[in-house]
């Protein structure tokens, strides 16, 4: 900056008292109109990347959950009972949801089944396929955590911990590791996470105490 | 304020005047998503768009803005390109900003930004703003990176998700927890003040400016 800048500057000084408020009001009025239509603008592109991003992480985790089924069916869950058939017009993500895997020959492996409930930090959010013929669980897969790094936040891709889940007998309980007697329906915890390890296998069992009979009831339905 | 040249304008925020380790301003990002490497170069190049953005802006709008409103209008548009960058963010890369959360949104209030708009982008030349703006960006970001490599390598065992310590090392979990950026942040700190009174104490010959030949330099030319 140049000394006569600074001098214009210091001159104008008094002169800038006088600007009148409607001026003040409409210059952030305009600013703040371009800036809105500048993020809508931006919402418009990533809103679709953004939705399509969450529903290929859903299908992802609810394949994983279900051991690689050949296909699967959504079911919804309206009033106490599950149906495939949604009403004319309504949305899908107003309603719980379930979804049952099929092989390639077309018979049910299991339903995939979303949870959460509080953990350590914050709410866990999971995903869990379970098969209703043996009563076992296919798999667990936690979709959202805030728990500590390095102790709690192993209950994502600690293998001994997730993979304990698939082959137990529901309803399951948490066991310290290797202090389990090998019955079915014991899971090992995770050593220094054990509010997160109890607050997946609470998350689990609760919700299958909750939609079981539901499930239970579709498929005494489907057999008929 | 003394004048200052383009390239000083450039390079001082960078080391000299580094917004983090000489201003001590962007505390809370720079301790709290710095667990791992690839945390600090996203928070870091979101912060370098928003700033180097907002001073073009800024330096280009100066005229228009009445003195009065100013801060809100910087704030106003600090936000709008932090509201950008948030979006575009979660449509590129998920994860990342999945990881990153609230920081990103907090971006808004990083007196990093908001600083230089008042001290600098908002009294200078586009360009002067712009440079200034990429120097003090740059620096934010390397600062974030030394911490961010310093505690995944000693929390993790790893650089960018790639393992590097030997099997025989117990990573110290402490080191990607909060209490691990304070620690790190005061090693820094205190490399940094270390290095600075040492250069203070060189003689004054060494630290001319380029261009100016040393005494040693100019007898060899009588010669």
């Known amino acids: 900056m140049s000394p006569d800048d600074r001098q214009s500057h210091g001159a104008a000084l008094p002169v800038r008292k006088d600007v009148p408020a409607a001026r003040l009001v409409a210059t952030l009025a305009i600013a703040g109109g371009l800036a809105g239509m500048l993020i809508v603008s931006v919402f418009q592109w990533a809103q679709p990347r953004i939705l399509h991003h969450q529903a290929e992480v859903l299908r992802d985790a609810i394949t994983e959950v279900l051991g690689n089924p050949d296909h699967y069916q959504t079911l919804f869950v309206i009033d106490g009972r599950l149906t495939p058939d949604l009403a004319a017009g309504a949305d899908s993500t107003d309603f719980e949801r379930v979804w049952q895997g099929f092989n390639a020959e ?58 304990g889940f698939a082959g137990a007998a529901a309803p ?3 066991v310290k590791k290797n202090s389990g007697t090998g019955a079915p329906e014991e899971v090992d915890m995770i050593t220094g996470a054990t509010i997160s390890s109890r607050a997946v296998i609470g998350i689990i069992n609760h919700r299958l105490e ?11 339905e489907e057999v008929r | 304020m003394k004048a200052t040249t383009p390239v000083q304008d450039l390079t001082r925020g960078v080391w000299r005047e580094n917004p983090v380790l000489v201003q001590l301003l962007g505390l809370c990002p720079t301790l709290a998503v710095t667990n791992t490497v690839a945390n600090s170069i ?51 890369v998920p994860d990342i900003h999945k990881a990153l959360g609230a920081f990103i949104a907090l971006i808004v209030v990083n007196c990093i930004i908001l600083g230089r708009q008042e001290a600098f982008a908002s009294r200078r030349p586009v360009g002067r703003a712009v440079l200034d703006a990429v120097g003090t960006g740059a620096g934010f970001m390397v600062t974030l990176l030394m911490m961010g490599a ?27 927890l909060p209490p691990g950026g304070f620690f790190t942040l005061g090693f820094i ?9 040492r250069e203070e104490e060189k003689p004054k010959l060494r630290r001319w400016p380029h261009g100016v030949v040393s005494s040693n330099k100019a007898d060899e030319v009588a010669a």
């Open chain 2, 150 to 176: 310093f505690r995944e390598l000693l929390g993790n065992g790893s650089l960018l998700g790639v393992r590097v310590m030997p099997v025989a090392f117990e990573p110290w979990v402490i080191m990607i």
């Open chain 2, 42 to 92: 996203a928070m870091g190049l979101a912060t370098f768009f928003v700033l180097v953005g907002s001073s073009f802006l800024v330096s280009s709008l100066k005229k228009l803005i009445p003195n009065e409103v100013r801060i809100s209008a910087f704030i106003l548009i600090i936000a709008t390109f932090v509201t950008i960058v948030d979006m575009l963010l979660q449509a590129i």
């Open chain 1, 106 to 163: 077309g018979r049910p492996v299991g339903f995939a089944l979303l949870g959460e409930e509080p953990g350590f930090q914050d709410v866990i959010r999971l995903i869990f396929g379970y098969d209703a013929d043996s009563r076992q669980l296919l798999g667990m897969k936690v979709l959202e955590s805030k728990e500590t790094p390095g102790l709690g936040d192993r209950i994502n891709k600690d293998s001994s911990f997730v993979g």
């Open chain 2, 189 to 197: 700190l205190l490399g940094f003040g270390w290095w600075k009174s």
């Open chain 1, 172 to 174: 399951i309980r948490g």
């Open chain 1, 210 to 220: 909750q939609l079981g009979p539901l499930i239970e009831q579709y498929r005494a």
